[in-house]
């Protein structure tokens, strides 16, 4: 489909300055109807001011929706994630790669809703937001068309960002200028959301300079954390966290929630460099305080819960599961097949976990469930009437077989 041949675009819009560029130039360049969509998924930034932004641009009202997802976000996303305890090469809870395919999924459901032929995103040519967002817009619905304006325009600068903003009367954030109006270029590329905080960029692309501390925005540093251990207990069912100290919560509300308990005890900092999908490697700091707590939580009570076999089937799965959605493959039916072989272990994963939280440091001290596959009957070091040790004999020398008929045979 050419230029001229578009119609309605639905634009992934925040507001921000990349996004009403973006806004402006397929105004311009297609000739298009613009219906700006913007996503809460609990980022802590305001989302209405979106909506007199885009006004000012010359959109519709009945074309501007601001959706509040979060609750969604974590039940259908976050969630379902967890369960699978997935952690992308040993360190990433991803908590930008889970987000992308829901927003995907909002902008095709707006643009089924409006009668738009094609979806907009700002993701540039370099990263792996590009490959989320069009993955599960094509998943979704086949024939739209996707516009992806940072492969396609020649606006390769924030100089040439400010100067195309300036000549078309598009409002400048100070943040983005000095007093003298020269372009400020921000240290850092961010991405926030109820689940984490991303940092990117200028003084993180050197892999051996720290962070600074003045990056962090969430969490108190470790060292500033309070002195005494502060104790939580977190409640599950199905795999899911459902309260914390007793009190049962909405989705949104309970990683909220665990997000102020990591922020105050400075849990969740991690700095990794990380390979993307699109083939280079990339440093990236991340605060993940909530999540890092569920992760803990969520092991533990399986540690008591899931047979061994499947917990050891899961955790042999769980690199794939992790690949599958950093890359962007959430609408795939290999996801799915996962996913439902994750969630059919999830049946009998109740119960309660008992944490420690002390700077930066997330410990168990206690699980229990009434569904646990613990017994002390037969674990105990003490005397017990369940468990013939002389069993054991038998068992190790069927095992060791192989080693003893290769060892007549082979091994002289």
């Not at 979060?70 to 379902?80: L, N, Q, R």
């Amino acid at each position: 489909m050419s230029k001229k041949e578009v119609k309605k675009v639905v634009l992934a819009y925040s507001g921000g300055l990349d996004t009403s560029i973006i806004l402006k130039w397929l105004q311009d360049e297609y000739n298009a109807e613009v219906i700006t969509f913007t996503a809460d998924l609990g980022q802590g930034e305001e989302v209405e001011p979106a909506r007199q932004k885009a006004l000012a641009m010359g959109i519709k009202p009945e074309n501007i929706f601001i959706l509040d997802i979060k609750e969604e976000f974590v039940k259908e996303y976050v969630f379902p994630m967890f369960r699978a305890n997935t952690i992308y090469e040993g360190e990433y809870l991803l908590g930008t790669s889970i987000a992308r395919p829901l927003i995907a999924k909002k902008q095709i459901e707006i643009a089924n809703k409006m009668g738009a032929d094609a979806v907009s995103h700002g993701a540039t040519g370099k990263g792996n937001d590009q490959v989320r967002f069009e993955l599960g817009y094509l998943a979704l619905r086949p024939d739209i068309t996707v516009i992806a304006p940072w492969r396609e325009w020649d606006l390769n600068s924030r100089e040439k960002l400010l100067a195309y903003a300036k000549e078309h009367g598009i409002e400048i954030s100070k943040k983005h200028v000095d007093e003298n109006g020269n372009p400020k270029v921000s240290p850092y590329s961010m991405d926030a959301n109820l689940l984490h905080i991303s940092y990117e960029g200028l003084h993180l692309e050197n892999p051996a300079a720290e962070p600074e501390e003045s990056m962090w925005l969430w969490t108190t540093s470790p060292e500033n954390a309070p002195d005494t251990p502060e104790y939580i207990t977190i409640g599950y069912k199905n795999g899911d966290p459902i309260s914390v100290n007793g009190e049962e919560m909405s989705p949104a509300t309970l990683l909220k929630t665990l997000n102020d308990y990591g922020n105050k005890h400075g849990i969740g900092r991690v700095d990794i460099v990380e390979n993307r999908y699109v083939g280079m490697k990339a440093r990236g700091c991340y605060e993940t305080p909530g999540g890092t707590i569920m992760l803990k939580a969520h092991r533990a009570i399986e540690s008591i819960t899931l047979d061994r076999e499947a917990a050891h089937l899961k955790d042999e799965l769980m690199p794939r599961y992790a690949k599958l959605i950093y890359n962007g493959y959430w609408f795939s039916p290999e996801r799915q097949m996962l996913q439902a072989a994750i969630d059919q272990t999830q049946k009998n994963v109740e119960g309660t976990v008992r944490l420690k939280l002390y700077k930066g440091n997330v410990m168990v001290v206690g699980r229990e469930s009434t569904k646990s596959l613990f017994s002390e009957a037969h674990s105990t070091f003490e005397e017990d009437e369940v468990y013939n040790q002389k069993d054991a004999e038998g068992f190790i020398r069927l095992n060791a077989l192989r080693f003893i008929i290769a060892g007549q045979t082979q091994n002289k």
